[in-house]
């Protein structure tokens, strides 16, 4: 889920810089951001994190790995195909 997981990961970055940090300072906010991407966010963020769950969760069975060490791995592969594009564009 790591390569489909970009969308949704990006969708949340996005609206990361786009709102709280920029409120914080910490980043500068897009001036042409001014649709609104809740109505977008939402579905695909919520259908993202139902997929990879139901799918790690079949695969799990197979796997000899502990809970503890499992689930953050899944995690961490998750978001390194963002993190790679973030870095390197």
């Known amino acids: 889920m790591g390569?489909?997981?970009v969308?949704?990961?990006w969708l949340l970055w996005y609206i990361a810089v786009n709102g709280p940090l920029?409120?914080?300072g910490?980043?500068?906010r897009e001036p042409t951001e001014n649709d609104g991407m809740v109505p977008i966010l939402v579905p695909i963020v919520a259908a993202s994190g139902v997929l990879w769950?139901?799918?790690n969760?079949?695969?799990r069975r197979w796997n000899t790995?502990?809970?503890r060490v499992y689930w953050?791995?899944?995690a961490l592969v998750t978001l390194v195909p963002t993190a790679t594009l973030i870095i390197f564009s």
């Open 3 to 5: 390569v489909p997981g």
């Open 7 to 9: 969308v949704p990961v």
């Open 22 to 24: 920029a409120d914080l």
């Open 26 to 28: 910490w980043t500068v």
């Open 53 to 55: 769950w139901l799918a």
């Open 57 to 59: 969760r079949f695969l």
């Open 65 to 67: 790995a502990a809970a």
């Open 72 to 74: 953050p791995v899944c």
